[in-house]
Each structure stands twice: as C-alpha cells, then as structure tokens.
C-alpha cells in the first residue's frame, strides 16, 4: 500500500474504525507527539481547464498531527477539524513508514475498506447514469 492510498482510506474512515486500527498498528508503543493535532487552514490550489494555469480557489480547514512512534515519524492533515482521527492517521503513517508488524495486521482491514469505499462509488455513479437523458434534434424531412 502507497502513502496516497493510505491517506484517501483515512480521509474516508470512520474515526472509532480509525482509532482501533491506529491502536493495533501501533502494537503497544506509545505516540509521541511532535505536533499538534490542531486545526489549519489549507489554501486549496486547483489547475484551471482551458489554459492550464494553477490559481488558489479559496481556504481549507483541515486538522494536521505529526507523531513519532517507535523512532518513526508519522504525518496526516484531514479536511475538516476532527482531532482524534487525525491523530489516529498519523500513527497509522507511523506505522506504515516503519514497517510495523501491527500494520500488517491491519492493512487488509484498511484494503476491505478502500474496497467498499470503491464500491459505493461505483454504485451511486450507477444511479447518476440512470438519470442521464439524450438529446436529439428533429429535422425537417420530406415524406
């Protein structure tokens, strides 16, 4: 598992579901904390279509911890401003980094939730479709 996919499976994760994986990841090895949590504000960057140039569309607030857990450094920053998730997705970065035996026991856990994150997606696309509606133009013809 990348860093990407584990960030978007903790953006997505509920925070009790995300507490526990952070406790067994850890495997008994207490986070210390080198930063935060706290809440921030995130400038949110986006590239416009046409041109292709990046502007700033506004501000983000979102929660950001830093951890250090068994000599290994772990990061998160999450939209919104729930504390204790960021938290937990830091240790789990944590975790994730040093290779921890714990994390390994929790990664199928984490890949079961990617999975059904996916599937939800892929449904609610499959009932946006079923509203999609087609044009046609009537043309003058001569019967």
Known sequence: ???????????????ALLESLAVKAAGGREAALLKGPEKTMV??????????????????????CMVELG???GAAVLMGDNLDKVRSAAILDAAHSG????????????????EARKAE?????????????????LEDREL
């Open 43 to 64: 400038l949110l960057r986006i590239r416009e279509p046409i041109r292709r140039g990046r502007f700033y569309l506004g501000e983000l607030l979102a929660a950001r």
């Open 121 to 137: 997606l892929a449904k609610e696309a499959a009932e946006i479709r079923k509203t999609r509606v087609s044009f046609q133009a």
């Open 99 to 114: 290779g921890f035996p714990g994390f390994a026991l929790v990664e199928p856990e984490l890949l079961r939730l990617e």
């Open 1 to 15: 598992m990348d860093k990407f996919t584990l960030s978007r499976i903790c953006a997505f994760a509920g925070q």
């Open 71 to 73: 000599g290994v450094r």
